[in-house]
């Protein structure tokens, strides 16, 4: 069984910076491609970064492109998502998620994912 925990959300101002957390449980966090992915108010869930199992790629929507980063640390089972040059349409719910395939390549694909994060709400004001 695999838990999914992210924090670091909040209120921030336009321009300003953020770093989501996400922690996980279970004994494959270091074999498994992550992804990070959001869902505003009215909108589909869309995907913002992901991350290989070994962290040697990253993949990145091309709205988040050279503001935000993906990163991990597996001996801490953690992902993180530093979030800089936010903007207001950046406010929503982040969620961190699991490929289900195991040493596999990034994908931006949502049903290639098994395990989900509850959430953590950034907001954005202009």
């Known amino acids: 069984q695999v838990q999914l925990v992210e924090s670091g959300g909040g209120l921030v101002q336009a321009g300003g910076s953020l770093r989501l957390s996400c922690a996980a449980s279970g004994r494959t966090f270091s074999s498994s491609t992550m992804g990070w992915f959001r869902q505003a108010p009215g909108k589909e869930r869309e995907f913002v970064a992901a991350i290989t199992w070994s962290g040697g790629s990253t993949a990145y929507s091309d709205s988040v492109k050279g503001r935000f980063t993906i990163s991990r640390v597996n001996t801490k089972s953690t992902m993180y998502l530093q979030m800089n040059s936010l903007k207001p349409e950046d406010t929503a719910i982040y969620y961190c998620?699991?490929?289900?395939?195991?040493?596999?390549?990034?994908?931006?694909?949502?049903?290639?994912?098994?395990?989900w994060g509850q959430g953590t709400q950034v907001t954005v004001s202009s």
């Open positions: 998620a699991r490929r289900r395939t195991l040493f596999s390549s990034t994908t931006d694909r949502i049903p290639e994912y098994d395990y």
